[in-house]
Every structure is written in C-alpha cells, then in structure tokens.
C-alpha cells in the first residue's frame, strides 16, 4: 500500500495553510463526500424504492426457548419474521429522535427486561379458519383468548399501575426498542397495517409481553383524518363492520384483545359499538379504549385508560403524567395510563418502570385490569 508522506509545518506557516482557499475548497469536498456518505448509509440507495431499515432481527430470537421458532404457526404463508422491514409511520417522528439501527441492537437489556416468554401462538382450541386466515374462537371448555393469550398475573395487594405503549410496528427501530428495553408487564398494542405483524407480536411474546390490535375507527374528522382502508365506521351495516373486524383480526394471532384506534365519531354511534362489542365478546376477546368508551360496556372483560401519558411530548410532561397515573393508583387502588411509541416516551416509560415499585405499586398487564361489563 503507498504510503503518504505529510509534509512538516512549523506552527506559524500551519495558520497560512488552513487559511488557503485549495485547502479549503478540499475540505469542504470532503465534508460533502461524508455526509452523502452518511446520508446513503441512512437511507440507502437514491432510487431504491420505499426506506428500509436494515435490522438483523432474528438476534432477538436467540434468546427465545428451544423450538420457538419452530413452532411458529403463522396465519399467513411463511414465518412472519424479517430482516428488512419497511420503515412507516402514522405519527412523523421528530428529526434525529429516532435511535439508529446500532443504537437499537445495542440497547441495554436487564434482568428485569427479559420476562419468561409467553405461550407461542396459536394456542390449539382458541382459532379457527376464517375468510381471511385463522379467527379467534371460545374453547370448547368455555376459555377464552382473553384468558389465554393474556400474561399471568397475581396481584402483591399493593396499588396497581398498568401502561400500554401503541402505535408499534409501523417503525422498526421503534417497535424493536420497545419490546427489548420496556419491562415484560408493559402491554404493547400493534398497528394492523403494520408489515410483519405476526413476527413483531411473535417477538414480543417471547419477551414476556401481552399484546393488543389496534382497530382503526372512525374518527370525527374523517375523512380529512382517514385511519385506512379498513376502518369502522359509524353507519356501516353490522355485516360490514363484522366483515372488517374479521380481517382486522386474522391479521396475526397471539393478541388478547383490542384497542381503538381514534374512532371519536364510531364509538359513539349505539348500533355501530354493538355490532363490533357483539363480535369482539363471541370471540372471547377484550376491548380496551383510550379513553374515547368509557362508558361502554358490551359483555366483554374491559378498562379505559385513564389518560395519555405523552399528550404533550416533552421529558417533563411525560414524568409529570406518570406522577399522576400513580397518584390514581393510591386513590383507586389501580390506573391504566397509555402512550405512543415515540423515543421519548420509551425512554421515560423504561427508566419509570424499573423504579415504579420501589415505591410501593404492582408494575401490572393491563388484561389484569379488565372487567367484564
């Protein structure tokens, strides 16, 4: 390899130097260089299509117990689990506040962090074929996939806090730092456009996470606020709301129940909750809302979260909330809080979780918290 010899410069004639436009002009060129460089590494390729991000995940499945992977049964074609996933969002992350791929392989994960995974999904009895995949069903002995698919819980007798963390697999990076560094009693509820839902859900199962579906629904402002192609809407015939609902739920196995995603304007239509509460209770799931039904019932094991945490999205606020929700916990004996998964909120909900029960809760799922009503 040819060696390059550098010249020797006294300090006075080095000042000349740097002040000299060649130089100049060539160390601009290679700051350039450098960030188209940056740039590309990012984002890839200039005409490669939609942003990748490059995720070995299947380093997450090391962990997972023997057979695992094996006994994956997803409900549509082949294991659900993927290197490259497409990097989408509903929400726009605010610009660097994304962790890097790097960043997220090497994100600390504790003894607390890594819970005994939960049952691999399907579980026999609780599914059956659909029009669109595999369907959650009653067992013949009357369990339900609520029960099933649910983490254990026993309560201590101390106040209960429960959070579900949303809007994950829409953002690799995001969903991954999200199942790898929140505490296993974090709920994590799932887009269902999100591509290769059954392996993130498959993920955080094996980390010990319970895991909601997120039900687009109309909202009040639809459609200039437009959930997607298969959201519920306020006058839909209940065949139709059925019909979508079957789709939103042979999307992936492994969830518990379901939880809305805006539906301001559906939820507040009497015929539209009863066709969805009427389906969601024949097949033994829960529903959980995030605020906008608390006073629905429907027959189904429910709770209504209290508050969202990362309304306003600052470090302050966030800890502020989590004061609250804790607050709630001592005055009721329980609170459920929600939250998105922006990196902020991750970041205060991971370091709040591993202290919460120093100071006397029960860190607790929010199936735990369901009421049948």
Excluded: C
Excluded at 6 to 28: D, T
Excluded at 166 to 177: C, D, E, F, P
Excluded at 297 to 318: C, F, Y
């Amino acid at each position: 390899m040819a060696t390059i010899t550098m010249p020797q410069f006294k300090a006075p004639r080095l000042g000349a130097v740097l002040k000299s436009p060649a130089v100049g002009l060539v160390a601009a060129g290679l700051l350039f260089a450098g960030a188209i460089v940056a740039l590309v590494y990012l984002l890839g390729p200039v005409g490669a299509g939609p942003d990748h991000v490059r995720l070995p995940l299947e380093e997450s499945l090391q962990a997972a117990p023997a057979g695992w992977r094996g006994a994956l049964k997803p409900a549509h074609g082949p294991a659900h689990v993927y290197k490259d996933v497409v990097q989408l969002s509903e929400r726009p992350l605010a610009p660097g506040a994304v962790a890097t791929p790097a960043q997220a392989a090497a994100a600390p994960i504790g003894p607390a962090m890594i819970g005994a995974a939960l049952p691999v999904a399907p579980i026999a009895g609780f599914y059956a074929p659909g029009p669109g995949g595999p369907l959650p069903i009653i067992a013949q002995d009357g369990r339900t996939p609520a029960q099933a698919y649910a983490r254990p819980f026993t309560s201590n007798g101390r106040p209960k806090v429960a959070l579900i963390v949303g809007g994950l697999g829409l953002n690799a990076r995001t969903t991954r730092l999200a199942i790898e560094t929140l505490r296993p009693e974090i709920t994590l509820s799932f887009s269902v456009y999100a591509e290769g839902l059954q392996g993130w859900i498959d993920m955080a199962r094996a980390r010990g996470h319970e895991v909601l579906l997120e039900t687009p629904m109309e909202p009040e402002d639809y459609p200039d606020n437009d959930p997607g192609p298969y959201t519920l809407m306020a006058d839909g015939q209940p065949p139709e709301t059925v019909k979508k609902l079957e789709w939103i739920l042979s999307r992936a196995t492994g969830y518990f129940g379901l939880t809305n995603y805006l539906g301001s304007r559906f939820l507040a239509s009497d015929p539209a909750y009863a066709a969805f509460a009427s389906s969601v209770k024949g097949r033994g799931l829960a529903f959980i809302d995030d605020g906008s039904a608390a006073r629905r019932g429907g027959g189904m094991p429910r709770a209504t979260a209290e508050r969202v945490i990362d309304d306003k999205l600052t470090g302050q606020a966030i800890d502020q909330q989590l004061m609250v929700l804790e607050g709630g916990a001592l005055q009721r004996g329980q609170s459920l809080g929600s939250a998105f998964a922006y990196p902020i909120t991750l970041e205060k909900v991971a370091a709040w979780a591993n202290t919460v029960e120093q100071k006397g809760y029960q860190l607790t799922p929010a199936s735990a918290l369901t009421v049948k009503k």
